[in-house]
């Protein structure tokens, strides 16, 4: 056993832990503006973990940043990691200088489909607000909107489900390119978050 290693953390609990960061996507990063309930946000993370994403950035520059509930994320919140801004600027900044592309989700007649998006790469999106959507800021900043195409007479999804449809269909791109089959991290990055998660509480 290595000496980071807990007493509590069993051979078979140390496989599920590589295994599931083997599998992260870093690639990936939702950006959640304003979302006000707390609800959706926790159904996001839900949906970012099981999908393979490890984090989320909070854009919070009118609402107050959610208190999300270990029972209402069913223990995701615990693995994912959380990014916290109080500006467009500052949040998008930090996202280029990763290397991000920065899609606003926004029904313009400028808008490509959320399927036209190349996943494989290095993508950003960004969700708004239930009520007022991606604010025009964020939008402006943003390198290109996007929509996710519906068919039906009412034109609009609930935003957790949008953040499922988005997450999924990413998560396709790459599983089909081969990317959940080859560690997204260095060695370094992974032999540092397999210490980090083995010290977590069940």
């Not at 919140?77 to 109080?86: D, G, N, R, S, T």
């Amino acid at each position: 056993m290595r000496d980071w290693e807990p007493h509590f953390l069993t051979g078979s609990r140390l496989e599920k832990i590589t295994k599931v960061l083997s599998h992260r996507q870093p690639g990936i990063h939702p950006v959640l503006e304003n979302i006000h309930d707390p609800h959706n946000v926790s159904a996001i993370f839900r949906t970012c973990d099981a999908t393979g994403v490890p984090a989320v950035s909070l854009l919070y520059n009118y609402e107050k940043f959610p208190k999300i509930g270990k029972k209402s994320s069913a223990s995701a919140f615990k693995w994912m990691m959380k990014e916290k801004y109080k500006t467009v600027d500052e949040c998008y900044g930090k996202l280029k200088e990763s290397g991000f592309i920065i899609a606003a989700s926004n029904c313009s007649p400028k808008a490509i489909s959320l399927y036209e998006i190349d996943f494989t790469k290095n993508v950003a999106f960004v969700l708004g607000n239930e009520h007022r959507g991606v604010s025009e800021e964020g939008i402006k900043k943003a390198d290109f909107d996007f929509y996710i195409p519906m068919f039906g007479m009412v034109q609009s999804l609930n935003v957790s489900v949008a953040a499922a449809v988005i997450l999924y269909e990413a998560a396709r791109q790459r599983h089909n390119a081969g990317m959940y089959d080859l560690p997204q991290y260095s060695s370094e990055q992974l032999n540092e978050l397999i210490q980090k998660w083995s010290s977590k509480k069940r």
